[in-house]
Protein backbone atom coordinates (compact mmCIF):
# COMPACT_ATOMS: atom_id res chain seq x y z
CA UNK A 1 0.00 0.00 0.00
CA UNK A 2 2.16 3.58 -1.18
CA UNK A 3 1.36 6.87 0.62
CA UNK A 4 -0.67 8.15 -1.77
CA UNK A 5 -3.41 5.48 -1.91
CA UNK A 6 -2.69 5.34 2.72
CA UNK A 7 -3.69 9.58 2.55
CA UNK A 8 -7.17 8.96 0.42
CA UNK A 9 -8.39 6.76 2.96
CA UNK A 10 -11.02 7.15 5.38
CA UNK A 11 -10.98 7.25 9.46
CA UNK A 12 -12.05 4.72 11.30
CA UNK A 13 -11.78 1.74 8.01
CA UNK A 14 -9.58 -1.17 9.13
CA UNK A 15 -6.55 -1.49 6.29
CA UNK A 16 -4.05 -4.42 5.73
CA UNK A 17 -0.25 -2.98 5.85
CA UNK A 18 3.05 -4.41 5.84
CA UNK A 19 4.36 -3.94 9.24
CA UNK A 20 7.39 -2.56 8.45
CA UNK A 21 5.84 0.16 6.77
CA UNK A 22 4.93 1.41 10.27
CA UNK A 23 7.37 4.31 11.58
CA UNK A 24 7.83 4.06 15.19
CA UNK A 25 8.56 7.21 17.10
CA UNK A 26 12.37 7.44 19.24
CA UNK A 27 10.09 9.17 21.53
CA UNK A 28 6.97 7.80 22.64
CA UNK A 29 6.59 7.25 25.62
CA UNK A 30 6.09 3.11 26.96
CA UNK A 31 6.08 1.52 30.01
CA UNK A 32 8.85 -0.42 28.49
CA UNK A 33 11.42 -0.72 26.31
CA UNK A 34 11.82 -4.86 26.20
CA UNK A 35 8.98 -6.58 23.46
CA UNK A 36 8.58 -8.74 26.67
CA UNK A 37 5.54 -11.73 25.29
CA UNK A 38 5.56 -10.87 21.56
CA UNK A 39 6.06 -14.82 20.89
CA UNK A 40 2.65 -15.38 22.97
CA UNK A 41 1.08 -12.72 20.94
CA UNK A 42 1.87 -13.74 17.90
CA UNK A 43 0.52 -17.19 18.60
CA UNK A 44 -2.68 -15.48 19.94
CA UNK A 45 -2.85 -13.93 16.23
CA UNK A 46 -2.19 -16.87 14.28
CA UNK A 47 -4.77 -18.54 16.37
CA UNK A 48 -7.94 -16.13 16.49
CA UNK A 49 -6.70 -13.32 14.15
CA UNK A 50 -5.67 -9.83 14.96
CA UNK A 51 -8.88 -8.55 16.76
CA UNK A 52 -7.55 -5.34 17.32
CA UNK A 53 -6.24 -3.01 14.83
CA UNK A 54 -2.94 -1.31 15.47
CA UNK A 55 -3.55 2.86 15.18
CA UNK A 56 -1.38 4.97 12.93
CA UNK A 57 -1.41 8.25 11.59
CA UNK A 58 -1.39 9.81 7.84
CA UNK A 59 2.43 9.63 7.47
CA UNK A 60 1.91 5.80 9.00
CA UNK A 61 3.48 6.89 12.57
CA UNK A 62 2.51 4.44 15.12
CA UNK A 63 0.08 5.89 17.67
CA UNK A 64 -1.35 2.75 19.59
CA UNK A 65 -0.94 -1.32 18.96
CA UNK A 66 3.15 -1.65 19.58
CA UNK A 67 2.97 -5.21 20.45
CA UNK A 68 0.47 -6.39 18.03
CA UNK A 69 2.55 -4.90 15.45
CA UNK A 70 5.79 -6.49 16.50
CA UNK A 71 4.32 -9.80 16.85
CA UNK A 72 2.99 -8.89 13.27
CA UNK A 73 6.44 -8.52 12.31
CA UNK A 74 7.82 -11.53 14.06
CA UNK A 75 4.96 -13.51 12.26
CA UNK A 76 6.30 -11.57 8.46
CA UNK A 77 1.96 -11.00 8.79
CA UNK A 78 0.16 -8.41 7.40
CA UNK A 79 -1.12 -5.86 10.52
CA UNK A 80 -4.66 -4.93 10.54
CA UNK A 81 -4.44 -0.72 11.07
CA UNK A 82 -6.62 2.10 11.47
CA UNK A 83 -5.49 5.86 11.26
CA UNK A 84 -6.97 8.85 13.21
CA UNK A 85 -5.61 12.46 11.77
CA UNK A 86 -6.33 14.34 14.88
CA UNK A 87 -6.46 12.51 18.70
CA UNK A 88 -6.00 14.12 21.90
CA UNK A 89 -2.64 13.13 22.99
CA UNK A 90 -4.44 12.31 26.64
CA UNK A 91 -6.68 10.00 25.13
CA UNK A 92 -3.74 7.97 23.08
CA UNK A 93 -1.77 7.72 26.48
CA UNK A 94 -4.98 6.30 27.99
CA UNK A 95 -5.36 3.70 25.26
CA UNK A 96 -1.78 2.33 25.45
CA UNK A 97 -1.81 2.34 29.46
CA UNK A 98 -4.97 0.34 29.64
CA UNK A 99 -3.23 -2.00 26.53
CA UNK A 100 -0.20 -2.36 28.56
CA UNK A 101 -1.81 -3.26 31.84
CA UNK A 102 -4.20 -5.74 30.59
CA UNK A 103 -1.79 -7.69 28.33
CA UNK A 104 0.26 -8.31 32.12
CA UNK A 105 4.02 -8.13 30.72
CA UNK A 106 4.79 -5.39 32.97
CA UNK A 107 6.93 -5.82 35.73
CA UNK A 108 5.28 -5.13 39.20
CA UNK A 109 6.81 -1.44 39.29
CA UNK A 110 6.04 -0.62 35.91
CA UNK A 111 2.25 -2.23 36.01
CA UNK A 112 1.91 -0.03 39.23
CA UNK A 113 3.05 2.89 38.16
CA UNK A 114 0.93 2.81 34.67
CA UNK A 115 -2.47 2.24 37.26
CA UNK A 116 -1.04 5.38 38.77
CA UNK A 117 -0.86 7.44 35.63
CA UNK A 118 -4.16 6.08 33.62
CA UNK A 119 -6.02 6.69 36.90
CA UNK A 120 -4.48 9.80 36.88
CA UNK A 121 -5.67 10.75 32.64
CA UNK A 122 -9.07 9.10 33.62
CA UNK A 123 -9.65 11.52 36.26
CA UNK A 124 -8.45 14.49 33.94
CA UNK A 125 -10.52 13.12 31.14
CA UNK A 126 -13.59 12.39 33.03
CA UNK A 127 -13.31 14.48 36.39
CA UNK A 128 -12.48 12.47 39.62
CA UNK A 129 -15.12 11.97 42.63
CA UNK A 130 -15.31 14.32 45.38
CA UNK A 131 -18.00 14.86 48.08
CA UNK A 132 -21.41 15.81 46.89
CA UNK A 133 -20.30 15.31 43.10
CA UNK A 134 -21.39 12.15 41.40
CA UNK A 135 -20.08 11.07 38.24
CA UNK A 136 -16.24 10.96 37.63
CA UNK A 137 -13.45 8.61 37.54
CA UNK A 138 -13.65 6.14 40.99
CA UNK A 139 -11.47 3.19 41.86
CA UNK A 140 -14.35 0.49 41.31
CA UNK A 141 -14.12 1.65 37.37
CA UNK A 142 -10.65 1.56 37.13
CA UNK A 143 -11.02 -2.03 39.07
CA UNK A 144 -13.83 -2.92 36.32
CA UNK A 145 -11.91 -2.01 33.48
CA UNK A 146 -8.69 -3.78 34.35
CA UNK A 147 -10.02 -6.63 35.93
CA UNK A 148 -8.71 -6.17 38.88
CA UNK A 149 -10.57 -6.42 42.49
CA UNK A 150 -10.76 -2.87 44.16
CA UNK A 151 -7.99 -3.65 46.85
CA UNK A 152 -5.41 -4.59 44.33
CA UNK A 153 -5.81 -1.43 43.05
CA UNK A 154 -6.10 0.76 45.98
CA UNK A 155 -2.36 -1.31 46.64
CA UNK A 156 -1.30 -0.39 43.31
CA UNK A 157 -1.79 2.99 43.82
CA UNK A 158 0.05 2.83 47.35
CA UNK A 159 2.95 1.24 45.72
CA UNK A 160 3.19 3.34 43.38
CA UNK A 161 3.47 6.92 45.18
CA UNK A 162 5.97 4.07 47.14
CA UNK A 163 8.07 3.93 43.94
CA UNK A 164 7.89 7.37 42.93
CA UNK A 165 9.16 8.16 46.53
CA UNK A 166 11.52 5.30 46.56
CA UNK A 167 13.10 5.10 42.85
CA UNK A 168 15.07 2.09 43.82
CA UNK A 169 12.09 -0.35 44.50
CA UNK A 170 11.63 -0.65 40.95
CA UNK A 171 14.39 -2.95 40.73
CA UNK A 172 11.74 -5.39 43.16
CA UNK A 173 10.82 -8.56 40.82
CA UNK A 174 7.11 -8.94 43.09
CA UNK A 175 4.73 -6.79 44.89
CA UNK A 176 5.41 -8.76 47.77
CA UNK A 177 9.07 -7.87 47.27
CA UNK A 178 8.10 -4.24 47.17
CA UNK A 179 6.01 -3.54 50.13
CA UNK A 180 8.56 -5.01 52.19
CA UNK A 181 11.70 -3.17 50.80
CA UNK A 182 8.88 -0.28 51.31
CA UNK A 183 8.95 -0.86 55.23
CA UNK A 184 12.26 -1.30 55.13
CA UNK A 185 12.68 2.46 53.63
CA UNK A 186 10.04 3.67 56.01
CA UNK A 187 11.78 2.60 59.20
CA UNK A 188 15.55 4.32 57.37
CA UNK A 189 13.26 7.43 56.92
CA UNK A 190 11.31 7.47 60.31
CA UNK A 191 14.76 6.86 61.40
CA UNK A 192 16.28 9.85 59.70
CA UNK A 193 13.45 11.98 61.13
CA UNK A 194 13.47 10.68 64.90
CA UNK A 195 17.22 11.55 65.01
CA UNK A 196 16.50 14.86 63.93
CA UNK A 197 14.16 15.73 66.34
CA UNK A 198 16.22 13.72 69.46
CA UNK A 199 19.73 16.41 68.28
CA UNK A 200 17.00 19.05 68.44
CA UNK A 201 15.19 18.17 72.01
CA UNK A 202 19.01 17.37 73.44
CA UNK A 203 19.58 21.47 72.66
CA UNK A 204 17.23 21.52 75.71
CA UNK A 205 17.24 18.40 77.58
CA UNK A 206 19.50 15.87 79.00
CA UNK A 207 20.29 12.60 77.32
CA UNK A 208 18.95 10.91 80.86
CA UNK A 209 17.78 11.92 84.49
CA UNK A 210 18.22 9.46 87.22
CA UNK A 211 16.78 9.90 90.64
CA UNK A 212 17.17 8.64 94.12
CA UNK A 213 14.03 7.67 95.55
CA UNK A 214 11.42 5.07 96.21
CA UNK A 215 9.72 3.48 92.73
CA UNK A 216 6.32 4.33 93.99
CA UNK A 217 6.88 7.89 95.42
CA UNK A 218 8.77 8.63 91.85
CA UNK A 219 5.79 6.84 89.50
CA UNK A 220 3.43 9.00 91.65
CA UNK A 221 4.59 12.71 90.18
CA UNK A 222 5.26 10.97 86.22
CA UNK A 223 2.44 13.16 84.26
CA UNK A 224 0.25 10.78 82.45
CA UNK A 225 1.28 9.72 78.18
CA UNK A 226 4.82 11.27 78.56
CA UNK A 227 7.15 8.03 78.43
CA UNK A 228 7.14 5.53 75.15
CA UNK A 229 8.34 2.83 77.08
CA UNK A 230 8.45 1.09 80.59
CA UNK A 231 11.25 -0.84 80.28
CA UNK A 232 12.89 -2.63 84.03
CA UNK A 233 14.10 -5.78 85.98
CA UNK A 234 12.58 -5.59 89.24
CA UNK A 235 13.60 -7.80 92.23
CA UNK A 236 12.46 -11.73 90.97
CA UNK A 237 11.67 -11.90 94.55
CA UNK A 238 13.53 -15.47 94.79
CA UNK A 239 15.93 -14.02 97.70
CA UNK A 240 18.91 -14.40 94.54
CA UNK A 241 21.34 -13.64 97.45
CA UNK A 242 20.78 -17.24 99.21
CA UNK A 243 20.66 -19.06 96.07
CA UNK A 244 23.35 -17.43 93.80
CA UNK A 245 27.24 -18.68 93.14
CA UNK A 246 28.96 -15.99 93.15
CA UNK A 247 32.67 -15.12 92.00
CA UNK A 248 34.13 -17.85 94.24
CA UNK A 249 32.02 -20.11 93.14
CA UNK A 250 30.26 -20.23 97.00
CA UNK A 251 27.17 -20.44 97.46
CA UNK A 252 25.87 -16.69 99.22
CA UNK A 253 29.13 -15.82 98.83
CA UNK A 254 30.68 -12.26 96.99
CA UNK A 255 27.75 -12.16 94.36
CA UNK A 256 29.13 -8.93 92.59
CA UNK A 257 32.60 -6.78 92.25
CA UNK A 258 31.22 -4.43 94.73
CA UNK A 259 29.32 -7.25 97.44
CA UNK A 260 26.66 -4.77 97.26
CA UNK A 261 22.97 -6.61 98.08
CA UNK A 262 19.75 -5.57 97.59
CA UNK A 263 16.11 -6.81 98.89
CA UNK A 264 15.02 -9.60 96.69
CA UNK A 265 12.26 -10.83 99.29
CA UNK A 266 8.82 -11.97 97.99
CA UNK A 267 7.60 -9.10 99.43
CA UNK A 268 9.16 -6.71 98.38
CA UNK A 269 9.08 -8.04 94.81
CA UNK A 270 5.09 -7.76 94.99
CA UNK A 271 5.48 -4.55 96.26
CA UNK A 272 7.62 -2.99 93.25
CA UNK A 273 5.79 -5.10 90.94
CA UNK A 274 2.33 -3.44 92.04
CA UNK A 275 3.72 0.41 92.42
CA UNK A 276 5.00 -0.43 88.66
CA UNK A 277 1.81 -1.91 87.32
CA UNK A 278 -0.96 0.71 89.35
CA UNK A 279 1.21 3.39 87.33
CA UNK A 280 2.57 1.94 83.80
CA UNK A 281 -0.35 2.51 81.65
CA UNK A 282 -1.01 5.87 82.59
CA UNK A 283 2.40 7.15 82.22
CA UNK A 284 2.90 5.91 78.88
CA UNK A 285 1.89 6.68 75.42
CA UNK A 286 -0.97 5.73 73.15
CA UNK A 287 1.62 3.96 71.11
CA UNK A 288 3.30 3.06 74.02
CA UNK A 289 5.67 -0.62 75.40
CA UNK A 290 5.87 -2.68 78.18
CA UNK A 291 8.95 -4.68 78.22
CA UNK A 292 9.46 -6.26 82.32
CA UNK A 293 12.33 -8.93 83.55
CA UNK A 294 10.18 -11.06 86.05
CA UNK A 295 11.01 -14.86 88.07
CA UNK A 296 8.96 -17.22 85.58
CA UNK A 297 7.08 -18.26 88.46
CA UNK A 298 5.56 -14.59 88.60
CA UNK A 299 4.76 -14.54 84.61
CA UNK A 300 1.49 -15.48 84.68
CA UNK A 301 0.30 -13.75 87.53
CA UNK A 302 2.16 -10.11 86.55
CA UNK A 303 0.17 -10.98 82.80
CA UNK A 304 -2.81 -11.10 84.12
CA UNK A 305 -2.26 -7.86 86.40
CA UNK A 306 -1.16 -5.70 83.22
CA UNK A 307 -3.99 -7.08 81.25
CA UNK A 308 -6.25 -5.80 84.26
CA UNK A 309 -5.17 -2.08 83.90
CA UNK A 310 -5.17 -2.13 80.22
CA UNK A 311 -2.14 -3.42 78.35
CA UNK A 312 -2.14 -5.99 75.50
CA UNK A 313 -0.02 -8.55 76.64
CA UNK A 314 1.98 -10.51 74.64
CA UNK A 315 0.78 -15.13 75.89
CA UNK A 316 4.09 -15.80 76.01
CA UNK A 317 7.17 -14.36 77.04
CA UNK A 318 10.63 -12.92 75.38
CA UNK A 319 13.44 -15.54 76.29
CA UNK A 320 16.67 -14.01 77.11
CA UNK A 321 18.87 -17.17 76.39
CA UNK A 322 22.42 -16.77 78.16
CA UNK A 323 24.11 -18.88 76.28
CA UNK A 324 25.96 -20.49 79.54
CA UNK A 325 25.15 -22.81 82.42
CA UNK A 326 22.68 -20.83 84.83
CA UNK A 327 22.56 -20.94 88.77
CA UNK A 328 22.03 -24.54 90.17
CA UNK A 329 22.76 -25.08 93.53
CA UNK A 330 21.99 -28.63 92.79
CA UNK A 331 23.68 -29.77 89.57
CA UNK A 332 23.43 -33.10 90.38
CA UNK A 333 19.63 -33.28 90.55
CA UNK A 334 18.79 -30.37 88.23
CA UNK A 335 19.38 -29.15 84.79
CA UNK A 336 20.95 -25.53 85.16
CA UNK A 337 18.83 -22.69 84.37
CA UNK A 338 20.31 -20.39 81.43
CA UNK A 339 17.55 -18.31 80.34
CA UNK A 340 15.27 -15.74 82.00
CA UNK A 341 11.30 -14.57 81.46
CA UNK A 342 10.56 -10.78 79.95
CA UNK A 343 6.99 -10.11 79.62
CA UNK A 344 5.88 -7.68 76.43
CA UNK A 345 2.98 -5.81 76.48
CA UNK A 346 1.81 -2.95 74.02
CA UNK A 347 -0.91 -0.59 74.10
CA UNK A 348 -3.48 -0.70 70.90
CA UNK A 349 -1.93 1.95 68.90
CA UNK A 350 1.29 0.74 69.10
CA UNK A 351 3.82 -0.88 66.28
CA UNK A 352 7.00 -2.51 66.39
CA UNK A 353 9.64 -0.35 65.15
CA UNK A 354 11.33 -3.98 63.44
CA UNK A 355 9.08 -6.65 62.79
CA UNK A 356 9.24 -10.60 62.28
CA UNK A 357 11.63 -10.83 65.01
CA UNK A 358 11.27 -14.16 67.17
CA UNK A 359 10.44 -14.05 70.82
CA UNK A 360 14.21 -14.78 71.97
CA UNK A 361 17.48 -12.71 72.30
CA UNK A 362 20.41 -14.88 72.54
CA UNK A 363 22.93 -13.26 74.63
CA UNK A 364 26.02 -13.51 76.90
CA UNK A 365 25.30 -12.63 80.46
CA UNK A 366 27.73 -10.23 82.35
CA UNK A 367 30.54 -11.60 83.96
CA UNK A 368 30.18 -11.57 88.12
CA UNK A 369 33.66 -10.57 88.01
CA UNK A 370 32.69 -7.25 86.01
CA UNK A 371 28.91 -7.03 87.73
CA UNK A 372 28.14 -4.36 89.83
CA UNK A 373 24.69 -5.56 90.55
CA UNK A 374 23.61 -9.08 91.24
CA UNK A 375 21.02 -8.82 88.49
CA UNK A 376 22.41 -6.57 86.02
CA UNK A 377 21.47 -7.06 82.81
CA UNK A 378 24.05 -6.75 79.82
CA UNK A 379 23.74 -3.32 77.81
CA UNK A 380 23.81 -5.26 74.48
CA UNK A 381 20.20 -6.91 75.58
CA UNK A 382 18.80 -4.31 76.42
CA UNK A 383 19.98 -2.54 73.19
CA UNK A 384 18.61 -4.83 71.06
CA UNK A 385 15.28 -5.30 73.11
CA UNK A 386 14.90 -1.50 72.76
CA UNK A 387 15.82 -1.25 69.47
CA UNK A 388 12.58 -3.63 68.26
CA UNK A 389 10.36 -0.98 69.66
CA UNK A 390 11.03 2.54 69.67
CA UNK A 391 12.81 4.88 68.01
CA UNK A 392 15.79 7.52 68.15
CA UNK A 393 14.21 10.30 70.65
CA UNK A 394 11.85 8.16 72.91
CA UNK A 395 11.46 8.80 76.46
CA UNK A 396 12.39 5.15 78.07
CA UNK A 397 11.56 5.22 82.16
CA UNK A 398 12.91 2.38 84.30
CA UNK A 399 12.14 2.89 87.91
CA UNK A 400 14.23 0.07 89.30
CA UNK A 401 17.70 1.14 87.33
CA UNK A 402 19.92 -0.63 89.77
CA UNK A 403 23.50 0.27 87.99
CA UNK A 404 22.02 1.75 85.02
CA UNK A 405 22.57 -0.56 82.64
CA UNK A 406 18.84 -0.13 80.78
CA UNK A 407 19.23 3.48 81.00
CA UNK A 408 22.57 3.18 79.54
CA UNK A 409 21.31 1.22 76.42
CA UNK A 410 18.54 3.68 75.85
CA UNK A 411 20.81 6.69 75.84
CA UNK A 412 23.68 4.82 73.81
CA UNK A 413 20.43 4.49 71.12
CA UNK A 414 19.46 8.34 71.21
CA UNK A 415 16.85 7.74 73.67
CA UNK A 416 15.93 9.79 76.93
CA UNK A 417 16.24 7.35 79.56
CA UNK A 418 14.71 8.34 82.85
CA UNK A 419 16.04 5.68 85.73
CA UNK A 420 15.39 5.47 89.16
CA UNK A 421 16.69 3.49 92.48
CA UNK A 422 15.95 3.78 95.87
CA UNK A 423 19.11 1.69 97.57
CA UNK A 424 22.01 5.07 98.41
CA UNK A 425 24.90 2.66 97.04
CA UNK A 426 23.47 1.21 93.84
CA UNK A 427 22.19 4.50 92.92
CA UNK A 428 25.46 5.90 93.08
CA UNK A 429 26.83 3.33 91.25
CA UNK A 430 24.45 4.35 88.11
CA UNK A 431 25.71 7.61 88.43
CA UNK A 432 29.33 7.04 88.24
CA UNK A 433 28.40 4.29 85.15
CA UNK A 434 26.19 6.90 83.38
CA UNK A 435 28.71 10.27 84.28
CA UNK A 436 30.99 8.47 81.26
CA UNK A 437 28.75 9.03 78.87
CA UNK A 438 28.37 12.70 79.43
CA UNK A 439 31.81 13.05 78.38
CA UNK A 440 31.05 11.27 74.92
Aim: one cysteine or more.
Amino acid sequence: MSDGTLRTLDEDKIFLLDPTDVVIAEDRPRQRKDLGDVQAMLASIQKYGQLLPVIIDRNKGLVAGGRRLAACILGGIKVRVIYKDSVDPLLLRELELEENIQRKALTPAEEVLAVDELMKIKKQIYGGTTSGRAGGFTIEKAAELLGKSVGSVVEDLKLADAIKQFPDLSSCKTKSEIKKAVKGFERVAASVEALTRYEDQLKREERFVLVNRDAEQWLTGIADSTVDVLFTDPPYGIDIHDIAIGTGGVTGGTVTATSIKYDDSEEKAKKVLDAIIKHSYRITKDNGHALIFCAPSHFPWLSEQMKAVGWLVAPRPVIWIKRETGQNNQPERWFSAAYEFILFARKVNSRLVIEGKPDWIQCDPVLPSERVHQAEKPVLLCKELLSRVSMPGSYVIDPCMGSGALVEAAVQLKMFGLGCEELSDIYALAVSRLAKLKKE
